[in-house]
């Protein structure tokens, strides 16, 4: 069965440091997420990305943040400058054209020192 | 602007006792509404989703939810509980052509012997 796959399941990086979390969507999707969820808080969404562009973007979502699909099956979430307060869970998920359930993967658990 | 209440961040049943995991909403447009389920260390997994067709939803493992509109509510039932239903349960609402999903704060279901 297809699955939302996201690499790697665990950072560790120092306060100020660029990320990269990585996430390879279902093949046939075309819509793609990235959701956070902090230690004990609920998840919340990030960003949604449609047509190689940002269909959304929440509060969180600020100019730290970015997110490309570089080469058709990748889509990647960069923080720029890290703080402590990106520790958090972070969850990827794609969605199909028809239908409107999204698929997450895993997540990949950040954690700022 | 949606959002979404669980009443209980956690209920503690029996083994083969009724689980009720009870979600309201607010949403100024139709909603699609979702629960999906955590289990320790893995990612949101959909246990089923109302998207306007019967308002009695089954899912899988044995969960079903009725979208009661009247009440603006959508709660998540399993007659009888399993050890393996030990989990955390998400409900979401996002609108018919929305992106993003709006997640309560999530239930930990406790299941005992």
């Known amino acids: 069965e297809p699955e939302v796959t996201q690499t790697p399941s665990h950072q560790v990086t120092q306060m100020g440091q660029e990320v990269i979390l990585r996430c390879v969507p279902i093949s046939n999707h075309l819509y793609f997420y990235w959701y956070r969820q902090i230690l004990g808080q609920k998840v919340e969404f990030l960003v949604s990305?449609?047509?190689?562009?940002?269909?959304?973007k929440s509060e969180i979502f600020d100019d730290q943040f970015s997110v490309e699909r570089p080469d058709g099956s990748n889509f990647t979430l960069k923080i720029r400058s890290t703080k402590l307060e990106d520790s958090a869970m972070y969850f990827c998920?794609?969605?199909?054209?028809?239908?409107?359930?999204?698929?997450f993967g895993p997540g990949t658990r950040l954690t700022v020192l | 602007a949606q959002s979404v209440t669980q009443l209980g961040s956690h209920v503690s049943v029996s083994e083969g006792a009724l689980v009720l995991l009870r979600c309201n909403y607010s949403s100024s447009v139709p909603p699609y509404l979702f629960w999906y389920v955590q289990y320790p260390n893995q990612g949101l997994q959909l246990l089923l989703k109302y998207t306007s067709a019967a308002t009695l939803v089954k899912g899988i493992n044995g969960f079903e939810a009725e979208f009661k509109k009247s009440e603006t509510s959508f709660h998540l039932t399993k007659p009888s509980a399993h050890m393996s239903d030990a989990a955390e349960y998400f409900c979401?609402?996002?609108?018919?052509?929305?992106?993003?999903?709006?997640f309560g704060a999530g239930t930990i279901l406790r299941v005992k012997s």
């Open positions: 990305f449609y047509n190689n562009e940002i269909s959304e």
């Open positions: 979401a609402v996002s609108s018919e052509y929305g992106n993003k999903l709006v």
């Open positions: 998920a794609s969605r199909a054209d028809r239908g409107n359930e999204q698929f």
